[in-house]
C-alpha cells in the first residue's frame, strides 16, 4: 500500500483558502485518494476521494495531476470549526492506512 | 439515518481483566473494520468482516484480541486479558458492499480503553 507524506500542522486564518498537499509517489493503478477530517474526540469523517484531475464537493475540492504522485485538498474560506486533523490516504480495495496526518488550526 | 455506534464511550479496566467493545454498523452495510489508537500513535487497521466473515484480520496484535460478528450486524472485540500497552481509541468504521472504487468508511465515535 502506498505511503503518504503530508505537512504535520498547518495554521490559517478565517476566510483563508487553505490547500494542503500529499505525496504519494508509489501509487498503484487501482489505488484512490481519499482525504479523511477528525475533530477531537470524535472518528474520521470522509471528506472527498478521487482518482485523477479534479473532484469538487459542497465541503472541498481535490486536485490530481496526471502522474498522481501528490494531490492537494483545497478547503475554501475556513472557519474556526475547520480545525482539525486532515488525513490523506492512499487505497486500494478496502484496507485503509492512516498516516499521521495534518493538523491544521484556523485562527481569528 | 443512525451513524455508527460504539459502546461503551469509555472503559477502565484492570491489567489482566476482560473487555468486550460492541460496533453497531450502519444497516446496510456488509463492511465493517476496527481500528485502534494508542497514545501518540497513529491510527491503525485492525480487521475487515464482509457480513460475518473475517476479510483480513493482518492487522490484529496477538491472540488476546478477538474480533466476532455473528449474523453480520454488530460485531464485538474482545480483549482478553487485558495488558497496560491495550489503552488506546478503539474505532468501528463500516461502508456498503463495494461498487468501483473504495468505499467511503463511516467512522464510530470511538471507545477509550484505559487499561491501569
Known amino acids: ?108 | 439515518e443512525a451513524g455508527v455506534t460504539q459502546f461503551p464511550s469509555h472503559s477502565v479496566i484492570e491489567k489482566g481483566q476482560t473487555v468486550t467493545l460492541r460496533c453497531d454498523p450502519i444497516s446496510g452495510h456488509d463492511n465493517l473494520y476496527w481500528y485502534r489508537r494508542v497514545m501518540g500513535k497513529e491510527i491503525k487497521f485492525l480487521l475487515h468482516f464482509v457480513k460475518e466473515s473475517k476479510q483480513d484480520e493482518s492487522g490484529m496484535p496477538n491472540n488476546r484480541f478477538l474480533a466476532e460478528r455473528t449474523g453480520g450486524t454488530y460485531s464485538t472485540l474482545k480483549v482478553q486479558p487485558a495488558e497496560l500497552e491495550d489503552s488506546g481509541v478503539y474505532f468501528c468504521a463500516s461502508s456498503p458492499p463495494l461498487a468501483g472504487g473504495p468505499n467511503e468508511q463511516f467512522f464510530g465515535p470511538g471507545t477509550r480503553l484505559t487499561v491501569l
Open chain 1, 1 to 108: 500500500l502506498a505511503k503518504t507524506t503530508q505537512p504535520i500542522s498547518m495554521d490559517s486564518y478565517e476566510g483563508q483558502e487553505v490547500n494542503i498537499t500529499c505525496s504519494h509517489n508509489n501509487i498503484a493503478t487501482n489505488d484512490y485518494i481519499t482525504w479523511y477530517q477528525q475533530f477531537p474526540s470524535q472518528g474520521p469523517r470522509f471528506i472527498i476521494q478521487g482518482y485523477k484531475t479534479k473532484v469538487t464537493n459542497e465541503v472541498a475540492s481535490l486536485f490530481i495531476p496526471a502522474d498522481r504522485k501528490s494531490s492537494t485538498l483545497s478547503l475554501p474560506r475556513v472557519s474556526l470549526s475547520d480545525t482539525a486533523v486532515y488525513y490523506c490516504l492512499v487505497i486500494g480495495g478496502f484496507k485503509t492506512i492512516f498516516g499521521a496526518g495534518t493538523r491544521l488550526f484556523v485562527k481569528a
